[in-house]
């Protein structure tokens, strides 16, 4: 008898994994009614955001609006993966041969939502209103167009615009990555001020409804000259992001975005999915470069091999993040991120040690600076982040095994940026969120009065490089050459790249592919899937 029924649940499984629907095996075996799941597609997309108190881009603060405004605007270009410029609404474009004029010519295709025509005069409004706008500090494009000393526009040739320069560094086309709003939509430049607000961008979305502090919805624009768009969006606008976890367990929310780094707490207690991303904010181990000790290159390197970045990123950060090799986003213009350059080397530490002069002198198991007093260091971080806490503990703990003694001192806000500014530490912990042209002068450059003093002059030509148009060409080089420099310098200690998530719904169904400067990258494509429970007739 066994033999006759092994077959027979052998053929029932073959059968079943056949099958396009999910079958209750109870009810075929015991001759119970039979059931099946069938599913129905929905293309519209609910996503909880935070923050929505004013619509127009260019004035906006609001991080959710930053990011729906990609959906619903255009730029002259936009950043790829690898952050590199790409055109979007630019057909072709040259420089001057000095590099001081760009001339852009537009695609002529292209419509705003309410049907006129994108013209130069919306690309040299736009810029106009920014450069009003950045004199009161009321935009977030200020230093986009900072180098901009005018642009010219004429009549007689609608898709051509001209963008005059003040010199021929700071041109950068990653500059003009900025929303171009519709000129005709405004009366004046200072009209761009006003509260009451509808977005009408060329992007391939368009605003459908919007309820203050509610809700906003996106619908696509058929009209679009690029792929179109098939979902419509619904953002559901919650105070705080962490209450979208149970609205997205119970589907009343498709997926949302949060840059908390112990994922594993939401994970724990609702059934999402979840995918990770590389964010813009790297957590380093700073050096004061003016101090008697880590002014010498062997003191900073000799604390990098002491340090393991791998450990730190385990227990402090809870694995979520990435190694990397410098302060550049991994794969900054294709220049491959290949993890901790300093892994743990007790030995090679020992080596650097001593020729920055640190010896154990009196054979207590504590380095001395020569002869003199024990080594100790002053680690600053602040005490707000729980997860630099955890990281200044392990660090410090690394460097005692190795004769250091280390001062560990919490600091609130304030006081952690003034001790920065007075160079009153030897250590910090702490991180950067760098825009995503990474424009890393102010970290790196000499003139810019970086955290640690740093000073190295074809770093600085390099990072001035970096930013001009007409040497775009040679800018993976560049970024090669100044990781190469940074890294053997070590003014910062990368311990890693933090990684955000996007938290996805049961109901979710598609591909989202987050990168930090476009969450919502992918989301044209985007549905959710509900299933349908029904009974078969015998």
């Known amino acids: 008898m066994l033999k006759k029924i092994i077959p027979f649940f052998l053929s029932l499984a073959m059968l079943l994994s056949l099958c396009g629907c999910r079958m209750d095996t109870k009810s075929i075996i015991w001759g119970i009614e039979e059931k099946e799941v069938s599913f129905t597609y929905d293309k519209n997309v609910y996503l909880a955001t935070e923050k929505i108190r004013n619509l127009n881009p260019l004035i906006s603060k609001d991080e959710s609006v930053y990011y729906i405004s990609k959906l619903v605007f255009d730029s002259i270009f936009r950043l790829d993966e690898k952050l590199i410029p790409q055109p979007l609404l630019a057909e072709s474009y040259t420089y001057s041969e000095d590099g001081t004029e760009l001339t852009v010519h537009l695609k ?4 705003f939502h309410d ?9 040299k409004f736009t810029i106009e209103a920014i450069k009003a706008l950045a004199k009161t500090g009321e935009t977030l494009y200020s230093s986009h167009v900072a180098s901009i000393k005018s642009v010219i526009y004429s009549d007689s040739n609608p898709f051509d615009v001209t963008i005059k320069y003040s010199s021929g560094y700071g041109n950068g086309y990653e500059n003009l990555i900025f929303p171009i709003l519709p000129a005709h939509q405004f009366k004046s430049v200072n009209a761009i001020k006003s509260a009451s607000y509808k977005m009408i961008g060329t992007g391939p979305y368009k605003q459908s409804d919007y309820l203050e502090l509610t809700s906003l919805i996106l619908t696509p624009y058929n009209e679009y000259f690029g ?30 975005f949060d840059d908390t780094v112990n994922k594993d707490s939401i994970l724990s207690k609702y059934e999402l999915g979840v995918t990770t991303y590389i964010s813009n904010k790297p957590d380093v181990l700073g050096f004061n470069c003016t101090g008697p000790l880590f002014s010498k290159v062997e003191a900073r390197q000799s604390i990098a091999y002491l340090v393991d970045a791998s450990e730190i990123l385990e227990k402090a950060y809870y694995k979520n993040g990435v190694l990397s090799d410098s302060l550049f ?19 090679a530490a020992a080596k650097l040690l001593k ?16 002869e003199g007093e024990n080594a100790t260091l002053n680690l600053i971080y602040q005490s707000s982040d729980s997860f630099r806490e955890k990281a200044a503990s392990i660090i410090a703990g690394e460097l005692k095994a190795a004769g250091i003694a280390v001062n560990v001192i919490p600091c609130s806000d304030a006081s952690y940026y003034e001790r920065l500014s007075l160079k009153d530490y030897d250590l910090f912990i702490g991180g950067f969120e760098i825009d995503e042209r990474y424009d890393l002068r102010s970290i790196l450059g000499s003139a810019y009065g970086n955290a640690v003093g740093y000073s190295n002059e074809e770093v600085d030509a390099l990072l001035s490089d970096l930013i001009c148009g007409i040497k775009q060409y040679g800018k993976s080089t560049n970024v090669k050459k100044l990781k190469k420099i940074i890294c ?24 989202a592919t987050p990168v930090f400067n476009d969450i919502y990258r992918g989301c044209k494509s985007w549905q959710c899937k509900y299933p349908e429970s029904f009974t078969e007739e015998e």
């Open 488 to 511: 053997e310098e070590l003014p910062y200690y990368t311990l890693l790249y933090r990684a955000d998530a996007c938290y996805l719904s049961p109901y979710f169904d598609g591909l």
């Open 329 to 347: 986003y991994p794969d900054y213009y294709g220049v491959g991120n290949e993890g901790d350059k300093y892994p743990v080397n007790p030995a």
């Open 227 to 256: 792929s179109k768009a098939e979902s419509t969006l619904h953002f559901q606008i919650v105070p705080n992001i962490s209450y979208a976890t149970g609205m997205a367990d119970s589907g009343d929310v498709s997926l949302f």
């Open 355 to 370: 020729k920055a002069g640190l010896n154990d002198t009196d054979g207590d198991g504590t380095l001395n600076f020569g």
């Open 115 to 123: 049907g006129h025509a994108l013209t130069g005069e919306d690309v």
């Open 108 to 111: 002529k295709n292209v419509q």
